[in-house]
Structure formats: C-alpha cells, structure tokens
C-alpha cells in the first residue's frame, strides 16, 4: 500500500536548520511527483515546495527559494526538505504528498492523492 512518512521536525531558533525527510513506500519514487506543503493554526495549508517524477524540476513557494532546497534519493525511496535561516513564519505542520502528474507548470498546482501524516516544526527563540 502506499504510505508516505514524514520526520525530522522540531524545535528550532530563529535562523537554525532542519531537514525533512519523506519516506515512502508502495511505490516507485522516480516515477511520481513528490510536494512538501505547510499548515500553520488558523491558515490555510499552503505549497512550499515540489520536485517532480524524473527530470521534470522543481518549485518553491513564496520566498522559500534560496532558503528551502528540496531533494530525492530515489535509491532510499526518500525525498527531504532542507529548510535553513528559519523564522518563525515558518512554524507549521510540514505534509509531502504524491502526485502522479508531470509537466512544465509549476508542480505546486498539481492535484495530490496520497498524504503523509505531518511533521511539526516550530520556529522559536
């Protein structure tokens, strides 16, 4: 069955570091469309960032770009987020999800069928 595994979440001060980690199982993770989304209390769940099945590249949300980088092992069948200079605005529920689509629009707008429980990482001092 497919199951996707978030970990890696936490606390973390202003301008720390995390790496997520999305484990997945079920599936071939080469051939699918890998998101990593966001939910904050009291805000709707937003896209942070998405690498799409083979060579089809990658999208950030916002201006995540230049401090978020996502990645693939597609031999460990894990995707990671690598989130760095935190700040609390990004506290939230971190979800990836699959998407078995491809293409050359942003993958952020792809429609997600299978989601991960979530991971929680807040940004504190």
């Known amino acids: 069955q497919v199951q996707l595994v978030e970990s890696g979440g936490g606390l973390v001060q202003p301008g720390g570091s995390l790496r997520l980690s999305c484990a997945v199982a079920g599936f071939t993770l080469e051939d699918y469309t890998i998101g990593w989304f966001r939910q904050a209390p009291g805000k709707e769940r937003e896209g942070v960032s998405c690498?799409?099945?083979?060579?089809?590249?990658?999208s950030y949300g916002g201006s995540l770009l230049g401090r978020f980088t996502i990645s693939r092992d597609n031999a460990q069948n894990t995707v990671y987020l690598q989130m760095n200079s935190l700040e609390p605005e990004d506290t939230g529920v971190y979800y990836c999800a699959r998407s078995g689509t491809t293409g050359w629009t942003s993958c952020l707008n792809f429609e997600y069928e299978y989601w991960g429980q979530g991971t929680q990482v807040t940004v504190s001092s």
């Open positions: 690498i799409q099945a083979h060579y089809y590249g990658t």
